[in-house]
């Protein structure tokens, strides 16, 4: 049985990992929005198209994060990878080895997205303090 994408699950995930408060981001969403809305909206298993797309421009996270991203079936990877029958010396086991290059590129994406995900943290508060001494 094929599993459906719980995609408000997938944003809160996504939201919490960038420490993004629910306020937070019902503030960048516009007026109509507030906490008790995006707590609503992140119960949702799917999320309307024009609201993912918005979410994803808050988040700078691409719409098929959220459309995509299967915890379940990640953490099965991860399981079937490094499971019992993963050790050095089983010849039923396979070793896939990545060039250094493609290591160091690797490491250097996932440097920019997290500098990314912190500038964006940084003017989510700076936003937040600007509305906070407007009130």
């Given at each position: ?7 408000g699950r997938n ?59 299967d915890e379940e ?63």
């Open positions: 049985m094929e599993q459906k994408i719980h995609q944003v809160k995930r996504f939201r919490e990992m960038l420490g993004i408060k629910q306020e937070a981001m019902a503030y960048a969403l516009g007026e109509d929005w507030n906490q008790k809305k995006i707590s609503l909206l992140e119960q949702k298993e799917a999320i309307e198209a024009g609201l993912l797309g918005q979410i994803s421009g808050v988040l700078k996270i691409p719409v098929e994060a959220f459309q995509n991203f079936q990640a953490i099965n990877i991860i399981s079937n990878t490094f499971g019992d029958n993963a050790c050095v010396g089983n010849p039923n086991s396979t070793f896939a080895f990545n060039s250094m290059e493609e290591l160091k590129r690797l490491h250097e994406e996932k440097i920019a997205l997290f500098e990314r995900m912190l500038q964006e943290k940084d003017a989510m508060m700076l936003r937040l303090e600007e509305l906070i001494k407007s009130k």
